[in-house]
């Protein structure tokens, strides 16, 4: 029997993160291809006591199925974090979603038709892509520099249903939006009714300085924002938020409560126990320590193997520093022999809607420890030479 399937379906293509993951599950590979958080930072002693808190205090609720909009003191938390960040909004614009890669989901759900016009910074997160592309729009890339999309090239979103933009340690590219290109930016999506889509999983993860405030607070009438949990507490838990305008949040609703009913209940409520009275206080400072002084071996390592001819910038935050190979080199072609040699990474062309720039590529420095990076960059400026052979 061959099912006959939608157009929407032959337009998904497995994750090539995911392909490349398989085989860097193998043992002895230095793998800085993964986009997980370090296992190491996971909170599991303040896990294990709030979820018997929960089931000793209120079992039964969260076993039972709940609101589609989330926990309520999950989401006044939320709405207070947020506002120390100078992003206001209320409680009741808060949908809790099962990872932000739902809100995603929804945001395509929806906004957009087939067909339509959505702008995307370049590079851009690949699960947004993906998330996006069932919904079959025309994706439209904005040219970005080291501080993100250039306000002047806006023009190409001129119509877009909305811009996907990641201004905080940006997946793949580490960059941080400067304070004047928010203001540039914002300023252009406002001029031409370009509404925002605004993803910040990393923006908690700052190594010696918190960036500037959201897009979403200089203009929230016209910006979605979206939250996670994954990076400054555990992705296992599947726990993120959208905050939208309220005009759009009952059609997201709706659009949640198709997908899924309601996130996980047990999982909102363990987590809120857990954060309620600060802990996020004292947490993530760890976590930043600990990534900050991966980030600076491998940005020793880097300086002391790639050849003349690379680049990087050095991220101030986040998991990600992306590297430009000299012109010419493919960064496909290279993988393979890295892989022989003993590390991976992830090609940057993955990352592209189109136009991809096959000379780059991402490293990821936060599930892998000072040494290993550096034999990881050494046997990537090996095959480098390899290849140039
Ligand atoms: C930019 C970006 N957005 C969203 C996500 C999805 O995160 P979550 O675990 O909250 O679904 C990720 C995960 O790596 C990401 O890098």
């Given at each position: 029997?061959?099912?006959?399937?939608?157009?929407?379906?032959?337009?998904?293509?497995?994750?090539?993160?995911?392909?490349?993951?398989?085989?860097?599950?193998r043992?002895?590979?230095?793998?800085?291809?993964?986009?997980?958080?370090s296992?190491?930072t996971?909170?599991?002693?303040?896990?294990?006591?709030?979820?018997?808190?929960?089931?000793?205090?209120?079992?039964?609720?969260?076993?039972?199925?709940?609101?589609?909009?989330g926990?309520?003191?999950?989401?006044?938390w939320?709405?207070?974090?947020?506002?120390?960040?100078?992003?206001?909004?209320?409680?009741?614009?808060?949908?809790?979603?099962?990872?932000?890669?739902?809100?995603?989901d929804?945001?395509?759900?929806?906004?957009?038709?087939?067909?339509s016009?959505?702008?995307?910074?370049?590079p851009?997160?690949?699960?947004?892509?993906?998330?996006f592309?069932?919904y079959?729009?025309?994706?439209?890339?904005?040219?970005?520099?080291?501080?993100?999309?250039?306000?002047?090239?806006?023009e190409a979103?001129?119509?877009?249903?909305?811009?996907?933009v990641?201004?905080?340690?940006?997946?793949?590219?580490?960059?941080?939006?400067?304070?004047?290109?928010?203001?540039?930016?914002?300023e252009?999506?406002?001029?031409?009714g370009?509404?925002?889509?605004?993803?910040?999983?990393y923006?908690?993860?700052?190594?010696?300085?918190?960036?500037?405030?959201?897009?979403?607070s200089?203009?929230?009438?016209?910006?979605?924002?979206?939250?996670?949990?994954?990076?400054?507490?555990?992705?296992?838990?599947?726990?993120?938020?959208?905050?939208?305008?309220?005009?759009?949040?009952?059609?997201?609703?709706q659009?949640?409560?198709?997908?899924?009913?309601?996130?996980?209940s047990?999982?909102?409520?363990?987590?809120?126990e857990?954060?309620?009275?600060?802990?996020?206080?004292?947490?993530?400072?760890?976590?930043?320590?600990?990534?900050?002084?991966?980030?600076?071996?491998?940005?020793?390592?880097?300086?002391?193997?790639?050849?003349?001819?690379?680049?990087?910038?050095?991220?101030?935050?986040?998991?990600?520093?992306?590297?430009?190979?000299?012109?010419?080199?493919?960064?496909m072609?290279?993988?393979?022999?890295?892989?022989?040699?003993?590390m991976?990474?992830?090609?940057?062309?993955?990352?592209?809607?189109?136009h991809?720039?096959?000379?780059t590529?991402?490293?990821?420095?936060?599930?892998?420890?000072?040494?290993?990076?550096?034999?990881?960059?050494?046997?990537?400026?090996?095959?480098?030479?390899?290849l140039?052979?």
């Amino acid at each position: 029997m061959t099912f006959q399937q939608a157009r929407r379906a032959a337009r998904m293509n497995p994750s090539i993160i995911r392909e490349i993951l398989k085989v860097t599950e193998r043992p002895g590979i230095v793998s800085l291809a993964g986009g997980l958080p370090s296992p190491d930072t996971f909170p599991v002693e303040a896990m294990r006591e709030a979820a018997q808190r929960v089931l000793r205090e209120s079992p039964r609720e969260a076993l039972q199925y709940a609101a589609s909009e989330g926990y309520g003191p999950l989401r006044e938390w939320v709405a207070g974090h947020l506002a120390e960040q100078g992003l206001r909004v209320q409680a009741s614009q808060v949908l809790i979603t099962t990872g932000s890669q739902q809100g995603l989901d929804l945001v395509g759900k929806v906004l957009v038709d087939a067909g339509s016009p959505v702008a995307v910074e370049s590079p851009t997160y690949l699960g947004a892509l993906q998330a996006f592309t069932p919904y079959e729009p025309q994706f439209v890339s904005v040219d970005c520099d080291e501080d993100g999309p250039v306000p002047e090239a806006l023009e190409a979103a001129r119509g877009a249903r909305f811009l996907y933009v990641l201004p905080n340690f940006q997946n793949p590219s580490g960059r941080c939006m400067s304070e004047g290109r928010r203001a540039a930016l914002v300023e252009r999506a406002i001029a031409l009714g370009l509404p925002l889509i605004e993803d910040n999983p990393y923006g908690d993860l700052w190594f010696d300085a918190a960036p500037p405030a959201a897009l979403a607070s200089r203009w929230p009438e016209g910006s979605v924002y979206l939250g996670s949990f994954s990076k400054v507490l555990a992705p296992g838990l599947r726990l993120g938020y959208v905050v939208a305008p309220k005009a759009l949040c009952p059609k997201l609703l709706q659009a949640k409560q198709a997908a899924d009913l309601h996130t996980p209940s047990f999982n909102q409520r363990v987590v809120h126990e857990v954060i309620r009275e600060g802990f996020l206080q004292t947490h993530v400072p760890t976590i930043r320590a600990r990534y900050r002084a991966q980030r600076d071996a491998m940005r020793a390592a880097l300086e002391r193997h790639l050849p003349p001819g690379c680049r990087w910038n050095v991220p101030v935050g986040g998991m990600f520093f992306w590297i430009e190979l000299p012109e010419g080199v493919d960064a496909m072609q290279l993988l393979p022999h890295a892989v022989e040699r003993g590390m991976a990474f992830v090609p940057g062309a993955a990352f592209y809607a189109d136009h991809p720039r096959a000379n780059t590529l991402r490293l990821s420095f936060v599930t892998v420890s000072p040494e290993r990076i550096e034999q990881g960059v050494a046997l990537l400026a090996q095959s480098l030479k390899e290849l140039a052979r």
